[in-house]
């Protein structure tokens, strides 16, 4: 008889901050969204310059916290050396985008 159970939902880096994370994403949604109203009403280029400047920064947050909770769990977590290293090439990789 197969088994009823149903899978596990694997753990990420930042399943234990997931609502927070969430949150943070959608004020970044709001702000994004209040930039495109600051245009269609013809503002100051350097209020929404400002605007999109806290923007930028509140992803950069968002993203170093992403990485550090990949590093934390994800890596740490894992006992095969070369999976660690495959997944500290990919974090770099995603970082170098990220810098760019």
């Known amino acids: 008889m197969p ?7 694997e753990t990420r880096g930042y ?3 997931k609502p927070q994370l ?9 702000q994004v969204r209040g930039v495109q109203g600051m245009v269609e009403d013809d503002r100051w ?23 550090d909770g990949h590093v934390q769990h994800c890596m740490a977590e894992s006992t095969d050396p ?9 974090l770099m990789q995603a970082l170098g985008r990220l810098v760019r």
Not at 45 to 64: E, G, H, R, T
């Open 3 to 9: 088994s009823t159970k149903t899978p596990t939902p």
């Open 15 to 17: 399943s234990a901050t």
């Open 22 to 30: 969430l949150n943070r994403l959608r004020r970044i949604e709001g």
């Open 45 to 67: 280029c350097p209020d929404i310059l400002q605007q999109i400047a806290a923007i930028q920064s509140a992803l950069n947050k968002v993203a170093l916290g992403l990485a």
């Open 82 to 90: 070369a999976r660690r290293e495959e997944m500290s090439a990919e």
